[in-house]
């Protein structure tokens, strides 16, 4: 049995580099980013008119000049017009190029407006007033997105402004997530009172959605025979193997000898963690890796968020960021494992609280309904005291 940091240790030095693929801007957001996004011209590309008004010439309204000829209109899209004399205005719309001849635009806030003529109002006004300037943004080849960036919904917006309809990002590892046990049913039958329903595959599945990754969905009974052909097409067929169930030592946890005498090497096989000690990690002769992690729904929630999640950041090279919280109340713990508490999280006037939810086991699959976050505590102390800052490991 080893311990957190060194199983994590194993895991992310199994890191994978799964190639670069196109993604539509649209089914972008939430993958990683494989390349710089650069900017294809200047942004804004020209003197972007901020508010309505007149665009003048502020030469005029340092000569004294208050009130001017409205020469034309101007609205965003049109070609930009020429001031064609300094005791001319052109009224102008937001988003418009700001005419030639003009350096400032006074919003119709400070203006009175009599036939064709405008008044300003405003006693001062200064050169390039209310103009989003040529380039201000970044000029032509600036970095505007660095690669390694998880792509948000508002980076859809610079992505589509530079015409990225198709969007470099990292290749995701195509996986497969599979139950195991004789005892679950499908989610659509009704159970007899000594079966249950297969609440796990379709937690993995879900979490793997989470993370951009559609998998295929198998389930496995408790035979060995049944088990070995499953798993020997699955793992031709996949990068990643995920499994729920068998990996304990129980009579029919299969799982574990299957594996083998398919040429798996084992990495390592039980963690001094709770939940999940019995979580069995390795690589196949093709290179597919395996997760197996217990069948306990909590354990499988758990050794999905600390150990695959962490993997699967460091292949896609991104760094997931770090969410400090202060313990909202004092946890004794007593084995000497490590402990990944489930928590929620309660913002208090800026403070963030780490607030454990309470549960019964890891079979408890009500409080997964709350979990927000997982904060793991170190096997050395049995106490650890409200107040303390922890690490959170987002969910």
């Not at 957190?4 to 994978?16: D, G, N, P, W, Y």
């Not at 460091?314 to 997931?320: G, I, L, M, V, W």
């Not at 919280?325 to 999280?345: C, I, Q």
């Amino acid at each position: 049995m080893i311990a957190v940091a060194e199983a994590l240790e194993f895991i992310l030095k199994q890191q994978r580099d799964y190639g670069i693929e196109e993604a539509d801007l649209l089914q972008s957001t939430g993958r990683i980013l494989a390349t710089d996004i650069k900017a294809d011209r200047d942004y804004p590309a020209f003197d972007r008119v901020m508010m309505d008004g007149i665009a003048i010439n502020t030469r005029a309204f340092e000569s004294n000049i208050n009130e001017f000829v409205i020469q034309s209109i101007q609205a965003a899209g049109d070609e930009p017009a020429v001031l064609n004399g300094i005791q001319n205005c052109i009224e102008i719309m937001t988003g418009a190029v700001l005419p030639a001849n003009c350096d400032a635009v006074v919003p119709y806030e400070e203006l009175t407006i009599a036939g064709n003529t405008a008044i300003i109002k405003a006693t001062s006004i200064k050169q390039f007033q209310n103009v989003h300037k040529k380039g201000s943004d970044g000029v032509q080849d600036t970095v505007l997105l660095n690669a390694n960036t998880k792509m948000t919904a508002a980076h859809a917006g610079i992505l589509a402004s530079v015409g990225a309809g198709r969007v470099p990002v990292k290749r995701l590892p195509s996986t497969v997530v599979c139950s195991t046990g004789n005892e679950l049913v499908e989610i659509d039958e009704q159970p007899l009172p000594h079966q249950l329903r297969m609440s796990n595959l379709y937690m993995l599945a879900a979490l793997l959605k989470k993370d951009n990754i559609t998998a295929s969905l198998h389930h496995i009974p408790d035979d060995e025979a049944a088990m070995t052909s499953t798993l020997t097409a699955l793992i031709a067929q996949h990068e990643v193997v995920i499994l729920s169930g068998a990996v304990s030592k129980g009579k029919f946890d299969y799982l574990p000898g299957v594996l083998k005498s398919l040429g798996m090497r084992t990495i390592f096989h039980r963690i001094a963690q709770r939940p999940g000690k019995p979580m069995l990690f390795g690589e196949c002769p093709n290179g597919t890796l395996i997760f197996g992690f217990p069948g306990n729904p909590m354990s499988t929630f758990v050794c999905y968020q600390v150990y695959f999640k962490a993997w699967l950041y460091q292949s896609q090279q991104y760094n997931a960021p770090l969410t400090i919280a202060r313990l909202g109340k004092t946890v004794t713990f007593t084995p000497n494992l490590s402990y990944h508490l489930p928590v929620f999280l309660l913002n208090e006037g800026g403070l963030v609280k780490a607030i454990p939810v309470p549960g019964n086991n890891s079979g408890d699959i009500p409080s997964l309904a709350v979990v927000e976050g997982l904060v793991t505590l170190p096997p050395e102390k049995s106490i650890f005291e409200e107040g303390i800052t922890v690490n959170v490991t987002l969910c």
